[in-house]
T-cell receptor
Framework: GESVGLHLPTLSVQEGDNSIINCAYS??????FIWYKQESGKGPQFIID?????DKRQGQRVTVLLNKTVKHLSLQIAATQPGDSAVYFCAENTQGGGQAGTALIFGKGTTLSVSS | ETGVTQSPTHLIKTRGQQVTLRCSSQSGHNTVSWYQQALGQGPQFIFQ???????GRGNFPPRFSGLQFPNYSSELNVNALELDDSALYLCASSRDGGNEKLFFGSGTQLSVL
């Protein structure tokens, strides 16, 4: 599968490959993270979230890994499909996502292109 | 369960005008947050409304204001529009003032000419 060590704005993969999208977050106090998928002309769509008391969380075809030591988050998509083509954003928050009035801070997006 | 809905989907205004954007929160959600997304960028937090009051604000000038109604729906108002206000405006809803599992609407694309 295709993977990147540092954030890259674009990632191109073949259908069926595994994709890994990386994100570096900025605030060492952040303890809640969300991955979003955004298709052209649409709002961000919730994919998966993770709290800082976990290193890994799995969903349907997706896995999020969290490395708090280096403030790094990754999203792994298994058996990537053309419908996965979109811009992917990571977002961070403090207080476990429960603090009223705080913002989700979004990272730089990665455009995933899947060719068949 | 109904999702977050926004209206209108597209809007064209001229510089100096005022605009009102509307949002209905997801069923069961009592908190609405507004974000601005410029082309090619990630969303940026404008403010949050909870219990019908502004409850946290990002780095946006006072000409960006809002309201929340008893049914938890919300409005975003922007006065004295500037060209740089052209962006996708996103509404997101959640429970009890937090950001857990924040769900977004499809947005309003505002063009300022």
């Amino acid at each position: 599968g295709e993977s990147v060590g540092l954030h890259l704005p674009t990632l191109s993969v073949q259908e069926g490959d595994n994709s890994i999208i990386n994100c570096a977050y900025s605030n060492s106090a952040s303890d809640y993270f969300i991955w979003y998928k955004q298709e052209s002309g649409k709002g961000p769509q919730f994919i998966i979230d993770i709290r800082s008391n976990m290193d890994k969380r799995q969903g349907q075809r997706v896995t999020v890994l969290l490395n708090k030591t280096v403030k790094h988050l990754s999203l792994q998509i298994a058996a990537t499909q053309p419908g996965d083509s979109a811009v992917y954003f990571c977002a961070e928050n403090t207080q476990g996502g429960g603090q009223a009035g705080t913002a989700l801070i979004f990272g730089k997006g990665t455009t995933l292109s899947v060719s068949s | 369960e109904t999702g977050v809905t926004q209206s209108p989907t597209h809007l064209i205004k001229t510089r100096g005008q005022q605009v009102t954007l509307r949002c209905s929160s997801q069923s069961g959600h009592n908190t609405v947050s507004w974000y601005q997304q410029a082309l090619g960028q990630g969303p940026q937090f404008i403010f949050q409304y909870y219990r019908e009051e502004e409850n946290g604000r990002g780095n946006f000038p006072p000409r960006f204001s809002g309201l929340q109604f008893p049914n938890y729906s919300s409005e975003l108002n922007v006065n004295a529009l500037e060209l740089d206000d052209s962006a996708l405006y996103l509404c997101a809803s959640s429970r009890d003032g937090g950001n857990e599992k924040l769900f977004f609407g499809s947005g309003t694309q505002l063009s300022v000419l």
